[in-house]
Every structure is written in structure tokens, then in C-alpha cells.
């Protein structure tokens, strides 16, 4: 992982509508379906058939945490939002190597943060959830009793479906910074990178409803080599690569715009096809992974 820079708090602005609260810090719907769908179409053949035909299911469940983020649930919302994300510039160095969530929290504590939970969570989350994958499908390898192995079965695939969630939420710039929805106020802005607060929405729900083809996301995702024994490096790996992205993001937006209204620049839609087609191939390298793993 690249030296990352001085420790700084964010505190996510909401926006309250009646009793409602609307986070657009997410890929929209469309953008997780689309790179689910490219994920298991990229599974190879040796995965077992039961899951690669749950695609449907597989798609479905991928917005799925999103779909938990009511305001009208505040302590369910409150204890999930920081799985999210991961605000690269907030942590001290070496807090990622910590060995849980916990111990990163602790991490950042010694360091002064006093709110960890507002640095976000998100590698923890995606490398907790792969090992539960690997633990189900060792469960279901060893099981001989078809009931109990159709149980597994649906958790298993209820667990990759929500794995992927936050795998293709990593895929996103946004979701890695400080800048998670137009410029951060206060930080330096030299090259006059947009503050507007609608831009993390618009880019990865509208825009991308609007202009990006899940045929070209599909056409773009590799098939998965297996990072077995290695997956928590792979995974920082990849978050570490789409947080080198922000700035070219926000010179997208500058430049040539990420307008759903309007016909898009090649430009734009290119990157958006790109972040949704890397978050498809490391979701499938995950799931390819954890059931190489289980073995």
C-alpha cells in the first residue's frame, strides 16, 4: 500500500427528506447488477453448477446491503454504513495491517482519531465475508446429508451475493476517499476539482443507468485466477488501485463531464464501464477463491 497522509476525520453529510435519509454514497442499483452479472458470467466451469446457476439470485442479492440503509432504522444503518468505505487519507501508516477491524480500530485510536467507525471499514468487511464463504463451502464439501447440503447451498450463495456488494463498492473511487462526493472542504484543490455534493450519485447511479451497457462491462471482466491463501492482499491491492483513480475521476468530471442528461464523452463512459468491470473480475476472483480455498 502506497504512505498515506495525516490523519483527518469526515463526518458523512446526509441529506433528510421527511423521515427518510438519502445516502447516495453508493453505486446505484443498476451499476451492482451490472457487475455481479459480468462476475458470474466470467465464473469458470469447475465452480460448482448449484451457484453458477443462481445468477439471477446472485445479481438480486448485490444491492442488497444497500437496501438495509434506512433512516428509519437508525441503529441498523448507524452499525452497517461504515462497511462502505474506506477513507485512505485518514488512516496512519501500518493501520491496515492490523489483523481485524478491531485491531485496526485500536490502530487508529492510539493515533487520535476518536470516531475510527468514520475512516470506514470496507477491506475488513469484503475479507470477513470472503472467509465466511471459504467456511460455507468447506461445510458444504464435507456434508453428505442433501437437506442439510441444500441449507448450505442457499447460504453460500446468499453470502457471495452480499460479498459482492461491498467488493463492487471498492471498485468505485469515491468509496476509498475523503473526496467521496465532491472535493473535501479545506483540502488542497489546485487543480479545481468539482465540491459539488451531488457528484458521487450522479455519477455512479445516473450516469451510469444512463450511458453504461452491461454488455460492455461483461466484455471487459477476464477470467479469475484464483488468489487462494492470499486473498487479504489482493483485496488492499485492489483498493489501493481504484484509490490511485480519484484524481482521474475528478478530471473526467472537469473535463469532459459525467452528464446523464446529455451524450456522454467517450471518456467518461469508458471509466465507468472500466471501475464496473474491475469490480466484476475481483468479485468473481473472490468467489473462484474462497471455493478454490474451502479444498
Known amino acids: 500500500m502506497r504512505l498515506h497522509r495525516s490523519v483527518m476525520i469526515l463526518i458523512a453529510p446526509t441529506l433528510l427528506m421527511g423521515t427518510t435519509v438519502l445516502d447516495p454514497v453508493r453505486w446505484g442499483g443498476a451499476g451492482h447488477e451490472m457487475a455481479a452479472?459480468?462476475?458470474v458470467s466470467a465464473l469458470p466451469a469447475d465452480v460448482p453448477a448449484f451457484f453458477r446457476l443462481a445468477a439471477d439470485q446472485l445479481v438480486y442479492l448485490d444491492p442488497e446491503p444497500d437496501r438495509w440503509r434506512s433512516g428509519n432504522r437508525p441503529?441498523?444503518?448507524g452499525a452497517w454504513a461504515p462497511d462502505h468505505f474506506i477513507n485512505l487519507e485518514n488512516l496512519p501508516d501500518g493501520a491496515l495491517d492490523a489483523a481485524d477491524r478491531y485491531a485496526f480500530m485500536a490502530r487508529l485510536y492510539r493515533a487520535g482519531v476518536d470516531r475510527p467507525d468514520q475512516s470506514g471499514f470496507l477491506p475488513f468487511t469484503i475479507v470477513e465475508l470472503y472467509q465466511r464463504l471459504v467456511t460455507e463451502w468447506e461445510l458444504w464439501r464435507r456434508?453428505?446429508?442433501p437437506a442439510r447440503r441444500a441449507w448450505i447451498e442457499q447460504r453460500?450463495?446468499?453470502?457471495?451475493g452480499i460479498l459482492g456488494h461491498f467488493v463492487t463498492d471498492g471498485a468505485q473511487p469515491h468509496h476509498t476517499t475523503i473526496h467521496y462526493n465532491g472535493w473535501a472542504d479545506g483540502a488542497a484543490n489546485p487543480e479545481r476539482f468539482t465540491q459539488d455534493r451531488n457528484f458521487h450519485a450522479r455519477f455512479e447511479t445516473d450516469f451510469v443507468a444512463a450511458h453504461v451497457e452491461p454488455r460492455g462491462v461483461e466484455r471487459l471482466v477476464e477470467r479469475p485466477r484464483s488468489v487462494a491463501g492470499a486473498a487479504r492482499q489482493?483485496?488492499?491491492?485492489?483498493l489501493d488501485e481504484t484509490h490511485g483513480l480519484v484524481?482521474?475521476?475528478y478530471r473526467i468530471e472537469r473535463?469532459?463531464?459525467f452528464d446523464p442528461s446529455r451524450g456522454p464523452g467517450p471518456e467518461a463512459v469508458r471509466f465507468a464501464t472500466e471501475r464496473l468491470a474491475a469490480g466484476g473480475h475481483m468479485l468473481a476472483t473472490l468467489w473462484v477463491s474462497a471455493w478454490v480455498e474451502s479444498g
Open 37 to 39: 452479472r459480468a462476475a
Open 75 to 77: 441503529e441498523m444503518r
Open 143 to 145: 456434508e453428505r446429508d
Open 156 to 160: 453460500i450463495i446468499n453470502d457471495a
Open 234 to 238: 489482493a483485496v488492499m491491492e485492489y
Open 247 to 249: 484524481e482521474e475521476l
Open 255 to 257: 473535463d469532459v463531464g
